[in-house]
């Protein structure tokens, strides 16, 4: 099973940024994040394709994330990053970064069942 960590998580005030990093043990096909704030179900923000060829680095976003949010994979073995810009108070929750998701060539952002997930960080924005 992948083994997944993920970093970078802390507290920022409303319009700050952070970068969060995801270090996998393997990168295959999809890498998603997702978003989880309290006593919400885990919400898809971003993903992207981390798998050898021509679709490297195509990447996917939530509606509220996209303009906001960059999520990014220089090379295959290389972690995945997430920066987060603009930051609003709804930002904030624990961020997981699943592998899994691919369907129809595309990699989405439903909390499938293939996933694997990791422990996931803490974004907390003041506003």
């Known amino acids: 099973q992948v083994q997944l960590v993920q970093s970078g998580g802390g507290s920022v005030e409303a319009g700050g940024s952070l970068r969060l990093t995801c270090e996998a043990d393997?990168?295959?096909?999809?890498l998603g994040w997702f978003r989880q704030a309290t006593g919400k179900e885990r919400e898809g923000v971003a993903s992207?394709?981390?798998?050898?060829?021509?679709?490297?680095?195509?990447?996917n976003y939530g509606a509220s994330e996209k303009g906001r949010f960059t999520v990014s994979h220089d090379k295959v073995k290389s972690p995945v990053y997430l920066q987060l810009g603009n930051l609003e108070h709804d930002d904030t929750g624990m961020y997981f970064c699943?592998?899994?998701?691919?369907?129809?060539?595309?990699?989405?952002?439903?909390?499938?069942?293939?996933?694997?997930w990791g422990r996931g960080t803490q974004v907390t924005v003041s506003s």
């Open positions: 393997q990168y295959n096909y999809c």
């Open positions: 699943p592998t899994g998701g691919l369907l129809n060539g595309s990699c989405g952002l439903r909390a499938t069942q293939d996933r694997t």
């Open positions: 992207i394709y981390t798998s050898r060829g021509p679709s490297h680095g195509t990447t």
